[in-house]
């Protein structure tokens, strides 16, 4: 079992910057490929990062590609997502996924532990 608790979510004008952590306790987390997903209001989630176990690979949706970045501090079990020039569509709530079978993953359903998220809104 992990354990992942998001922080660091909260309200942006556009434009500007937040930067998400995830913390994980329980297994080792240096052996789960991590990820990133957000859901809007009315909205399924969607894919927003992915990362691999030693953070050499990271995968990013077209939406966020060239203004997230998602890191991993395995010292501290730590994910990352910073995100810059945030845009109005980039509210939502931010989950943290852990994939225990796959080298990485950008599908929903192969993520097997999830935190509980953490509210991001971006205003105008």
């Known amino acids: 079992q992990v354990q992942l608790v998001e922080s660091g979510g909260g309200l942006v004008q556009a434009g500007g910057s937040l930067r998400l952590s995830c913390a994980a306790s329980g297994r080792t987390f240096n052996n789960y490929p991590m990820g990133w997903f957000r859901q809007a209001p009315g909205t399924e989630r969607e894919f927003v990062a992915a990362?691999?176990?030693?953070?050499?690979?990271?995968f990013y949706a077209d939406s966020v590609k060239g203004r997230f970045t998602i890191s991993r501090d395995n010292a501290k079990n730590t994910v990352y997502l910073q995100m810059n020039r945030l845009k109005l569509e980039d509210t939502g709530v931010y989950y943290c996924?852990?994939?225990?079978?796959?080298?990485?993953?950008?599908?929903?359903?192969?993520?097997?532990?999830w935190g509980m998220g953490t509210q991001v809104t971006v205003s105008s």
């Open positions: 990362i691999t176990t030693s953070g050499t690979a990271t």
């Open positions: 996924g852990a994939s225990a079978n796959y080298a990485y993953a950008t599908l929903e359903s192969r993520y097997d532990y």
